[in-house]
Structure formats: C-alpha cells, structure tokens
C-alpha cells in the first residue's frame, strides 16, 4: 500500500503561483511513477502531469506547459506541482496518484490521494 496526502492548495487570482505537496507513505514510493490529475466541478478527472520513478522523465498536458512544472524528492518521499501563471480555468481538486505504469490514464495509476481544492479567481 502507498499512501498519499496532498497539500498546498488555496484562492490564488489569476497570474498567481501555488505549490502542492503529495506526501507518500507505505511501501517503496521510489519505485512508483507518479502523476498529477485534476477534476473541475461537473467534469471528468484529468490528467496533468506525471515524472517517473527517477525523476528524469516527465510529461505535461498541453494546456499546463511551460506554466506548471513538477519535480519530486525522494529523501522526502514527496513530489511537487509547481503551478505558476495561474488561470481561472485551473480550478479543480488536485489529486496525485502512484503507478507502476508509464502513462497518463487514470486507471493506470493504483493509488490516490484525497485531493486538495485549488481555486483560481479572475
């Protein structure tokens, strides 16, 4: 089991910066990939980003590039979602997930944290 607990979420205005958190805990979390989704009110979950288990691959959803970056530590067992140029249609719950697969499908990834609400004001 691989337990995860996101932090970091908040109101930010628009063209504003966030950084969440996803704590890992429970079995060996460096040998998980990890990935960022996102569900917005109404909408299905969505992927947003995901960084392999080395850190040195990582891959972002168009709509998300060059703006958000994530990046993990693994003497912390945490991994990041640096969100910068913040725009309103960033709004969701953002949940970080662990896969022992390579890719950006949500029923790839085994576990889930609980999300943290991320709301983005014009």
């Known amino acids: 089991q691989v337990q995860l607990v996101e932090s970091g979420g908040g109101l930010v205005q628009a063209g504003g910066s966030l950084r969440l958190s996803c704590a890992a805990s429970g079995r060996t979390f460096n040998g998980y990939n990890m990935g960022w989704f996102r569900q917005a009110p109404g909408k299905e979950r969505e992927f947003v980003s995901r960084?392999?288990?080395?850190?040195?691959?990582?891959f972002y959803t168009d709509s998300v590039k060059g703006r958000f970056t994530i990046s993990r530590d693994h003497a912390k067992n945490t991994v990041y979602l640096q969100m910068n140029r913040l725009k309103p249609e960033d709004t969701a719950v953002y949940y970080c997930?662990?896969?022992?697969?390579?890719?950006?499908?949500?029923?790839?990834?085994?576990?889930w944290g609980q999300g943290t609400q991320v709301t983005v004001s014009s």
């Open positions: 997930a662990a896969s022992l697969e390579w890719g950006s499908v949500t029923s790839m990834y085994n576990y």
């Open positions: 960084i392999n288990w080395s850190g040195y691959s990582t």
